[in-house]
């Protein structure tokens, strides 16, 4: 079974750049993850599904601020021009033919 | 649009049961896997289960197997997660989701 590591926390100053890391276990790093966004007192929402060769599909609404990359066994997730309704919890999720995993998630704080 | 619709709070005593419920519309409900995610206060997403309701195959996270029953019924496009004892420690928010989409969420309180 796959294992999705995040860091627990990050943080950017409002206007700046900030990319966030989710890395997939040993013999998991060709998996395909998503990435979701979890403001305070809200239901997640989807972001975009991100493939190891790093091209990635966003859901409906997401702003073009948000983009995917890999490398090996990590994927990121990009948050450009930060905004204040960004600071958010951030969470990975992978999945294979019997389970499906979240990573621990990160708080992003934007300054 | 596509939606997820779940039942509303509910609190429970201890050792009652408890079926929730989410509503899937603007897909075809019996092509998607749907599952449920359990967020305990102050804590991250932990998938429960899910579910395949064009033939009702169903998978169990191995902290969930036994604990809950997930089901679908397809002809009215909702799925289920459903306790026959509820404990203390099943208080917490719960999710349904589709692989690209979230229901709004049921806060579940179980105290005595």
């Known amino acids: 079974q796959p294992v999705l590591t995040q860091s627990s926390s990050a943080s950017a100053s409002l206007g700046s750049s900030v990319k966030l890391t989710c890395t997939l276990s040993s013999g998991h790093s060709s998996y395909i993850i998503a990435w979701h966004q979890q403001q305070a007192g809200k239901a997640p929402r989807y972001l975009m599904k991100?493939?190891?060769?790093?091209?990635?599909n966003k859901g409906s609404g997401v702003p073009d601020r948000f983009s995917g990359s890999s490398s090996g066994a990590d994927r990121y997730l990009t948050i450009s021009n930060l905004q204040s309704d960004d600071e958010a919890d951030y969470y990975c999720e992978t999945w294979d033919s019997n389970t499906r995993v979240f990573g621990g998630g990160t708080k992003l704080t934007v300054l | 649009e596509v939606q997820l619709v779940q039942s509303g709070a509910e609190v429970k005593k201890p050792g009652e049961s408890l079926k929730i419920s989410c509503k899937g519309s603007?897909?075809?409900?019996?092509?998607?896997?749907i599952g449920w995610v359990r967020q305990m206060p102050g804590k991250g997403l932990e998938w429960m289960g899910i579910?395949?309701?064009?033939?009702?195959?169903?998978r169990y996270s191995p902290s969930f197997q036994g604990q809950v029953t997930i089901s679908a019924d397809k002809s009215i496009s909702t799925a289920y997660l459903q306790w026959s004892s509820l404990k203390a420690s099943d208080t917490a928010m719960y999710y349904c989701?589709?692989?690209?989409?979230w229901g709004q969420g049921t806060l579940v309180t179980v105290s005595s």
């Open positions: 603007g897909y075809i409900f019996t092509n998607y896997w």
């Open positions: 991100l493939e190891g060769s790093g091209s990635y």
């Open positions: 989701a589709k692989w690209d989409q």
């Open positions: 579910i395949y309701p064009g033939d009702s195959d169903t």
